[in-house]
């Protein structure tokens, strides 16, 4: 993304300290501090003009909201985007459960504490084509052990990308740091038609396209890892009570006919 910075940006973004942190490292282990309170807070790495996370702040008031991204313009975007979210539900002022964090995400540890995120979004991270960049790309074993440090217990991590390629490393190196996938999709907008799903800048350009959105979500607290396995074992006693169910009927048929 090519940007150009316009002059007095940041002054424009100082004079916005209830919604934007200039400061990568201020509220490291404090971000309660700032949301007023300890709901849990999502964070989107690489958030773009800001879409995705301004809606989310406004449909979600129960959760905090974070996005990072290193470039002020895009800052100031997000800043506008969240203003435009909140005045189409005939709200006034900036969303209270949301921050910016101008700020690279290669320093991630110093903005967070540990266990103090609940989510990680990915939404469709540069993708990093080259093997020598691998080590940039936001879902390469050396970030996902950070991420599994300042994720709590019930912390997960939801990605989405059109690069089959960034996709494929990326479920690689989930298993490689072995954690529990889940709800993986090659063709999300194909397999899930829903009217809810909050799309980001890059998604909605991507479908204009005609190209297959990949979803991979990822497990990585104890509680989200037991709540899965739980889901999961549910699931499979209602398949086998339905099979049950349906040779029970083919049985009865038998024996009618
Ligand atoms: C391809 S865009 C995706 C934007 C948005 N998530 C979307 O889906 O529309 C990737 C974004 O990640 C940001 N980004 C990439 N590397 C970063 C880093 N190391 N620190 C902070 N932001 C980064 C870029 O500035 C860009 O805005």
């Not at 936001?138 to 599994?148: G, K």
Request: proline share 4%; glycine share 6%; with cysteine.
């Amino acid at each position: 993304m090519r940007l150009r910075g316009r002059k007095g940006i940041r002054e424009e973004l100082e004079a916005l300290p209830q919604l934007v942190v200039l400061d990568a490292a201020e509220y490291k282990g404090k971000w309660k501090e700032f949301f007023g309170n300890d709901k849990p807070i999502h964070v989107e790495l690489g958030m773009g003009k800001g879409r995705f996370i301004s809606q989310h702040s406004v449909l979600n008031p129960d959760v905090n909201f974070i996005g990072v991204d290193m470039y002020d313009e895009l800052i100031r975007r997000a800043s506008e985007k969240a203003l435009l979210a909140r005045e189409e539900l005939g709200l006034e002022g900036y969303p209270p459960n949301l921050a910016l964090l101008r700020a690279n995400i290669e320093g991630i540890a110093d903005m967070f504490a540990p266990g103090e995120l609940e989510r990680i979004y990915l939404n469709f991270s540069d993708p990093w084509p080259k093997s020598k960049h691998a080590r940039r790309r936001l879902s390469h074993p050396r970030f996902l052990e950070q991420y599994a440090v300042i994720l709590n217990e019930n912390g997960e991590i939801h990605q989405k990308t059109d690069s089959r390629t960034l996709f494929e490393f990326s479920l690689n190196s989930y298993a490689e740091v072995e954690l529990q996938m889940k709800n993986i999709s090659l063709d999300l907008h194909r397999d899930e038609v829903r009217d809810d799903l909050v799309l980001t800048e890059y998604e909605s350009k991507f479908i204009k396209q005609g190209l297959p959105i990949h979803r991979c979500e990822v497990v990585v607290g104890e509680a989200a890892l037991a709540a899965y396995r739980k889901e999961k074992a549910d699931r499979r006693s209602r398949e086998a009570a339905k099979e049950r169910e349906d040779m029970e009927k083919a049985k009865q048929h038998t024996s009618q006919g």
